[in-house]
């Protein structure tokens, strides 16, 4: 061996950055390229050999996104609509959790399955009786529409029971003699030694509310309640927006679900660990 | 005896009051769930099996016929070409997630960046990711034909193509899917228990060795669990599809998502779409039962 053992290490751990830089080159490279082209002037984006970065933002692209289309109104509805949801699930979700959980009643485990077995129905198969449902209701281009068929989640009840499932129930018992009915129980010690699985399920609807396509398409036709990816595919049809303005409109549409990301990666991370090792 | 048949109606009133309590608790649910899950599944099979009219109103039942008549109209293919959509997104999606776990585990300074570098497509939408891909596919001035032509390869039509189309779309989901994959799965490394990895080196186990006696099969639940997860988010693609070629170039990437979605809302035939709607339901079920089984034992007997 002509190479000391700490020469050896070090060769070891350059390779290692090395491999992990460009895994991570290739992964982020869409992300930062639609970054840079929105920062391109029109014929940049045209240009032979592709241009890779800039020197000199071009950040009329932005206003010319804003022009086009009503993108912080797309944005605004996207937004409204995931909080909506998740806000909605972590009710619904609790509250049937902490039934499969501390309370005892007849039918409860038939009941438990049932709902568990929604899981194995992929919500397109239900896609043209609720599209007729909404007709039908008058929600079509509501906000009602966009929110209320998503507010119950059997992933989101399973992930708080797992959880509820660690409280030991001497707790109730004890909370019981001190006059705390369930409700309270429920809102004063359940949900508040629940926070991390609930910031979990809040991380992960958000992002999958926001990332909505097909439903949202369906049932919005107006600009005041379009959702952004909706919005985005609108500019993107249109011939005569450059690539520049359609980046910056999918730079300004990803700004919340990347904070969401930032804010919340330990949520998510916690959140996946469970499904894996407990899926 | 009156006091033995006093206390047994109290007993009932009680198990009466913590039922009533129990479905209170539970009414959210039961009450979206069967308005927006249960009416619409059986509102799907009644569909599928009869004939409707332009407003979605079932007038004739036609039973199996209306299933024959969606594999007539090349349903078949459909569910052909969903197949391959799946196998083409999976098969790389699992094999590359597993090497970016494996990598985003290495204790080294500065981990927790690539460990966000490497999940970061989750922040992007899927609509979002086809429209960036779009940009990328682009066959004369897009990034991939560069760099093919820098390798001194021909361009080529990414999304026209038949021949690549599919694989263009499939490469969108995959890109997409990567991140979770590779959370997901390192997390499971994560949880391997340090000693037995200690054990290992100790009784001079080579890296390999123990990625393969080791790693891997610890971590086989949790590639399971991606593999199904991932395969039934393939068969629901739409988004990149209805963005990037509308079904096309000839049919070769109408999946079947895309399929029941023209049906139902471009032809407004809403008895063909639910069959194929139901079929695609069947082929959900099958998977999920698979993933059932080991779920069920985690639930219920841990």
Excluded at chain 1, 79 to 84: E, H, P, Q
Aim: hydrophobic share 50%; glycine share 6%.
């Amino acid at each position: 061996m002509s190479l000391t053992w700490t020469a050896k290490k070090r060769l070891n751990t350059a390779l290692r950055y090395a491999l992990l830089t460009v895994a991570a080159v290739a992964i982020a490279f869409p992300i930062y390229y639609a970054v840079v082209t929105s920062l391109f002037t029109a014929p940049e984006t045209l240009m032979y050999p592709p241009k890779f970065f800039t020197t000199r933002p071009y950040w009329a692209s932005y206003k010319e996104a804003l022009r086009r289309a009503p993108v912080f109104l797309f944005i605004r509805n996207s937004f409204l609509v995931s909080v909506g949801v998740t806000v909605g699930q972590l009710i619904t979700s609790s509250l049937a959790a902490y039934a499969f959980t501390f309370l005892r009643f007849r039918g409860r485990d038939t009941l438990f399955f049932v709902i568990l077995s929604t899981m194995m129905i992929p919500w397109e198969v239900t896609l043209v009786p609720n599209y007729m449902l909404i007709n039908k209701l008058g929600w079509v281009d509501t906000f009602q529409g966009l929110i209320v068929p998503f507010l119950a989640d059997a992933f989101g009840i399973f992930l708080l029971r797992q959880w509820f499932l660690t409280i030991p129930t001497d707790l109730r018992d004890a909370a019981s003699i001190d006059g705390c009915g369930d409700l309270g129980f429920l809102g004063r010690v359940v949900i508040p030694l629940a926070r991390p699985a609930l910031g979990t399920l809040a991380v992960r609807r958000f992002l999958t509310v926001y990332n909505q396509y097909l439903w949202p398409l369906l049932i919005t036709n107006s600009n005041t309640r379009r959702t952004v990816q909706i919005g985005l595919a609108m500019l993107q049809w249109d011939e005569s927006v450059a690539w520049n303005s359609t980046m910056a409109g999918v730079v300004m549409a990803f700004i919340p679900t990347t904070i969401v990301l930032i804010i919340g990666y330990r949520q998510l991370v916690q959140g996946l660990t469970a499904g894996a090792i407990k899926g | 005896m009156p006091i033995a048949s006093t206390r047994r109606v109290s007993r009932t009133r009680r198990e009466v009051l913590h039922f009533l309590q129990g479905i209170a608790y539970l009414s959210p649910v039961i009450v979206l769930f069967t308005v927006f899950i249960f009416y619409p599944l059986v509102r799907s099979i009644v569909l599928s099996t009869f004939k409707t009219d332009l407003l979605g109103r079932p007038y004739q039942f036609a039973g199996a016929a209306q299933y024959r008549q969606i594999f007539k109209q090349g349903f078949g293919e459909s569910l052909v070409i969903t197949l391959k959509y799946a196998l083409m997104t999976v098969v790389p999606e699992v094999a590359l997630s597993l090497a970016l776990a494996v990598m985003a585990s290495w204790s080294l300074r500065g981990i927790r960046l690539f460990r966000l570098l490497f999940s970061s497509p989750i922040g992007i939408a899927v609509a979002s990711s086809s429209v960036i891909f779009k940009m990328l596919y682009s066959p004369n001035a897009g990034v991939f034909n560069y760099l093919l032509r820098l390798v001194g390869a021909d361009g080529i039509n990414w999304l026209t193509d038949p021949k690549w189309a599919l694989m263009s779309v499939a490469i969108v989901t995959l890109w997409r899917q990567l991140g979770y994959d590779t959370l997901h799965l390192l997390s499971g490394i994560q949880s391997i228990p340090h000693e037995i990895h200690e054990s290992a080196r100790l009784d001079g186990a080579g890296p390999w060795a123990m990625f393969w006696k080791i790693t891997l099969p610890m971590l086989s639940p949790v590639l399971m669990f991606i593999t199904i997860t991932s395969t039934i988010a393939a068969l629901q693609s739409f988004g990149p599809i209805n963005i990037l070629t509308e079904g096309g170039p000839a049919g070769a990437t109408r999946v079947v998502v895309y399929s029941l979605y023209r049906e139902a809302f471009f032809n407004y035939n809403f008895g063909l779409a639910s069959a194929q709607a139901i079929v695609l339901f069947l082929i959900v079920l099958v998977l999920t039962l698979l993933q059932f089984r080991r779920f069920e034992r985690s639930v219920f007997y841990q």
